[in-house]
């Protein structure tokens, strides 16, 4: 069965071949029923219209039946999702898909799609994770790290790598805030993931990254090397990211900061420097700044 249109004849039904036109109408309210054109679009639900042609009584039997069970006839395959921007991946990484939908839903349809597709898997991911205690990950030796050991802490968590532009600022940042914070408490823990999605500037081995971050002399919790964004995340950036209300992506090395409070509160902090942070740090800890 096969439907055909034409701008200047209405739609013909062609049956083993054989095609028929008339003046006799047929009115079909189907869900099963999807016609497009150039010109033209009929979707699930709507009413189509048709006109048949002349017909045996059996070829008109099999006609209805195929119409009214969707048997056969089938939908028109859909027409792909596409973007309508270059930019529109990027976008929809970042979460502009739920922040930004009027725009997005339309223009970036693809991009939003898969945004969606991945934020059920990230979910499905953390299902059974209730809090931050319940992670746990590799330092940077891989021992395994269980976050649950952190609990009455306040816990800073970024993404870092060795040949960033950032890179030479923010260690010496990161233990510049240690070594003020560790002279009065021990409850400060800085972890610090290597990750190499971000212009591949974190491409070596762990020891290798170990050894750089003690050049700079870094005393603080190195972690083991992992990913921070896509389906391949660990389950650590998965929770926090959400935890946090966002960001949905992290966009550099360094560019976020989160914070765990002591009770497991989480909230995020972008285009920051660490030393910023002391005081919120201290905050959490009900302590004076030094």
């Known amino acids: 069965v096969q439907w055909e249109f034409s701008r200047r004849s209405p739609p ?14 047929l009115r079909i309210e189907s869900s099963h029923c999807t016609f497009a054109s150039n010109h033209h679009q009929v979707t699930p639900q709507r009413i189509l219209v048709l006109h048949l042609g002349t017909m045996t009584p059996v070829a008109t039997i099999l006609f209805l039946l195929l119409a009214s069970s969707g048997g056969g ?4 395959p859909a027409l792909a999702a596409a973007d309508n921007h270059e930019n529109c991946k990027t976008w929809a ?33 953390i299902a059974g ?21 952190f609990r009455g802490k306040a816990v800073l968590i970024t993404n870092v790598a060795s040949y960033c532009g950032y890179t030479e600022s923010h260690y010496k940042s990161l ?31 762990c020891p290798v990254i170990k ?10 919790r190195m972690m083991y090397k992992l990913d921070v964004n896509g389906s391949g995340a660990s389950p650590v950036y998965k929770w926090l990211k959400k935890a946090a209300g966002g ?6 090395n360094f560019a976020t900061y989160f914070l ?6 989480v909230k995020s902090f972008s285009g920051v420097e660490p030393l910023e942070l002391k005081g919120d740090i201290l905050d959490l800890l009900d302590r004076e700044e030094l």
């Open 12 to 25: 013909a039904f062609s049956f083993a071949q054989t095609r028929f036109r008339s003046s006799r109408r």
């Open 73 to 76: 006839l089938g939908p028109a």
């Open 93 to 125: 990484d970042m979460g502009e898909c739920d922040a930004n939908p009027g725009y997005m839903r339309q223009n970036c349809v693809k991009s939003c799609d898969e945004y969606d597709a991945e934020v059920s898997r990230n979910d499905q991911d």
């Open 129 to 149: 994770i209730e809090s931050f205690y319940d992670l746990e990950a590799d330092d940077i030796d891989g021992n395994p790290i269980k976050f649950d050991a």
């Open 175 to 205: 233990v510049a805030l240690h070594g003020e914070l560790k002279s009065t408490t021990d409850q400060v823990e800085i972890l610090a993931f290597p990750c190499n999605q971000f212009g591949k500037q974190e491409p070596e081995e």
């Open 211 to 220: 050894a750089f971050a003690a050049k700079k002399g870094v005393e603080f």
């Open 247 to 252: 960001p949905k992506m992290i966009t550099w």
């Open 260 to 265: 765990v409070s002591p009770d497991g509160t």
